[in-house]
Structure formats: C-alpha cells, structure tokens
C-alpha cells in the first residue's frame, strides 16, 4: 500500500505540477480532484463487497468444514490479493524510478 501511496503522490506531483500552474481557477480543480478521491474510494468499497462473496461461494463448493475456507482464503487472498496488492505497484515503481532517474539526470546534464 505504501509503495501504491508513494507511486500515485509522485506521479501525481510530476503530472499536475505542470497542469495546475496554467490553471486560473486552482481551487476548483482542487476540489475535482477531492470529489474525485471519493468516487475511487467508494468503487474500492463495491471491489471489497464482490471479493467476500467470492469467498462465501468458494466456501459453499469447497465444503462447510473449516479446511475448505481456510484453504480458499489462503488461496484467493494469498495468491490473487498479495500479489495484486504488492507486487504490481512494486514492480511499477522499480521501473518508473528507473526512468525518473534518467529524466532528472538528463535535465540535469542540458539544463548546466
């Protein structure tokens, strides 16, 4: 989550910097951006409701004892949330830290 945070502040921080600064009305686009927020935190909620009925019809295939929810929990949550969760924002922030670096590194070399 954290890796997701940092990702999402510095591309924000990279894009908008240069939008915002030819905008007459920053004020508004700021609360654009905060109804926004909203909006994608709600869709995250209906995300989380469809991932728990998952679980529950998993449950009710697998069998009623505890082993076949144990074991579609660890599967489903480990396997498809982690990964999703950790690996993709990280490995998109390796990369795009790797490009940063050689756009700032390149600026600096032309800019002095």
Request: charged share 10%; proline share 1%; aromatic share 10%.
């Amino acid at each position: 989550m954290l890796t997701t945070f940092l990702a999402g502040s510095a591309l924000g921080s990279l894009i908008f910097s240069r939008f915002i600064d030819n905008q007459r009305h920053s004020l508004n686009f700021l609360g654009l951006v905060q109804i926004a927020t909203g909006i994608i935190a709600i869709m995250s909620i209906l995300e989380f409701t469809q991932l728990r009925d998952l679980m529950v019809s998993s449950w009710q295939k697998l069998g009623t004892g505890w082993v076949g929810f144990v074991c579609a929990g660890f599967f489903i949550g480990g396997l498809i949330g982690a990964h999703l969760i950790q690996g993709v924002p990280d490995a998109l922030l390796r990369k795009l830290f790797g490009i940063f670096m050689l756009v700032i590194a390149v600026r600096m070399i032309v800019s002095g």
